[in-house]
Structures are given as C-alpha cells and as structure tokens.
C-alpha cells in the first residue's frame, strides 16, 4: 500500500509567489519523522526541512515551512516568495520507527514538479 | 568533505550484462540504501543494509544484488535477470533506528541498456 501520497504531479508558480506541495501519509506507528527533499534537473537529492511526529510546532527552515496537521496526517510543504532556482521536483519522505521497523527506511512519494516562471 | 561518492556517472550496458555500481560513504554510517528512479516517477527502495554483512531486500530486489563486506561500501550489482534496468540509480547513507535523521545521497548513477 502507498505509504506516502502526492497528489500534485506538477505546478506552476509565479516569481516571488508562494507555493503549497501537498503531502499526506498512512502509518500506525506513533513515531515518525517526515522529510522533504528537493532534486533539480541534475539529480542529487537535497534535503530540505524535517518534521518529528511528536514535534508541537511546524518547522520552518528559512523559506521553507511545513504545515503539519497530524490528525489528517499531512505534511505540507510551503515554500515562501518562489524564485527561479526552486524549479525542481520535490519529494514527501517518511521514516517509521517502529518494533516491526527498529531501523526505520525512509519510503518516498511520487514528488511534485515545480515550475517557477518569471 | 564527509559525502557519499557514487560511480560512474553514467553506464552503458548491452543486455546480458551484469554491471556494478559503485557507492562509498565517509559519513561513518551504519544503514546504506539503494534507490531506483524512473523518469517522472518516486523513489523505490531496492536493498538496504543496517550492518556490515548484512542486507535486506526493498520493494523492488529482483534482478539486483548487494554486498556490503564494509561499512563505507555498498555496491549495487544490476544483474542480466532485471528485464528493464535502463534508470538513474541514488545510493543513501544514514544513521539507522532514529526517526529524526535525514539521509544523505550520492550524486546518482543513470543506467542505459544499449
């Protein structure tokens, strides 16, 4: 079964606009870490900002925040006053942490594109 | 600079080949994975090793095989069995059993079958 879903194949965005990469996750385990990882057109993974479950506030990481709503089980990502070089794809991650996963793999989500234009 | 080193860049390989893909961590981490990209598409977990001598298999094994005889090395065998092997290869490293830290990935290997 698909752990992590987005639901986002692409978007466009103007410059110096925000945009919200949707995320939403299926686990039962109640420890959990959610991650977001940006891969430009040259392929390295960038990790960008990163979500504890039991963590009482949203994070946020200079222009980048994550809009955690726990009872939906989602994880949004929002990135503030786009510029050019965020064109990328961008991925939804989680980590459980768990007896039947003490190790914890990291499982990925479909990604979204994202278009920044002029 | 502590990274993750992958290698080639690029691979060509006729069918019928088997071909390896190099990766080597200096982070001095346990856990090591293997990720298969396909354009457009996710990433999808092929082997993953906690420990040295020791791996499991991901969601998508068949037609690949690991070793990982010491810790900074895991490399990535892509056997003549895998039918469509042509995508771009992302070898992680890790910390393993803690939810809050990230991985960190090398800079990818993009596999063509001629």
């Known amino acids: 079964a698909q752990k992590i879903t987005q639901t986002q194949p692409g978007m466009f965005v103007q410059e110096k606009e925000a945009v919200t990469l949707d995320c939403t996750y299926d686990?039962?385990?109640?420890?959990?870490?959610l991650f977001w990882y940006k891969q430009p057109s040259s392929g390295e993974m960038i990790f960008l900002i990163y979500?504890?479950?039991?963590?009482?506030q949203n994070a946020t990481e200079g222009r980048y925040s994550l809009n955690f709503q726990k009872a939906r089980k989602s994880a949004n990502l929002v990135i503030s006053a786009s510029q050019l070089g965020d064109s990328a794809m961008y991925f939804c991650?989680?980590?459980?942490?768990?007896?039947?996963?003490?190790?914890?793999?990291?499982?990925f989500g479909a990604g979204t594109q994202v278009v920044v234009t002029p | 600079d502590g990274g993750i080193t992958q290698s080639p860049k690029y691979l060509f390989r006729k069918e019928g080949q088997n071909v390896t893909l190099s990766c080597e961590q200096n982070?001095?981490?346990?856990?090591m994975y293997w990720y298969r990209q396909d354009p457009g598409q996710g990433l999808r977990l092929i082997y993953y090793?906690?420990?040295?001598?020791?791996?499991q298999k991901g969601d998508i094994a068949e037609g690949y095989s690991v070793s990982r005889e010491k810790k900074e090395s895991f490399p990535l065998t892509v056997t003549s069995a895998q039918k469509n092997p042509t995508a771009f290869y992302l070898c992680?490293?890790?910390?393993?059993?803690?939810?809050?830290?990230?991985?960190?990935f090398g800079q990818g290997t993009r596999l063509t079958v001629v």
């Open positions: 991650a989680m980590r459980e942490v768990s007896p039947t996963d003490s190790w914890g793999k990291l499982q």
């Open positions: 982070l001095n981490h346990d856990a």
């Open positions: 090793s906690q420990i040295v001598n020791d791996f």
């Open positions: 686990t039962s385990d109640p420890s959990y870490g």
């Open positions: 979500q504890g479950s039991y963590d009482q």
């Open positions: 992680a490293s890790s910390v393993p059993g803690q939810r809050n830290t990230e991985a960190f």
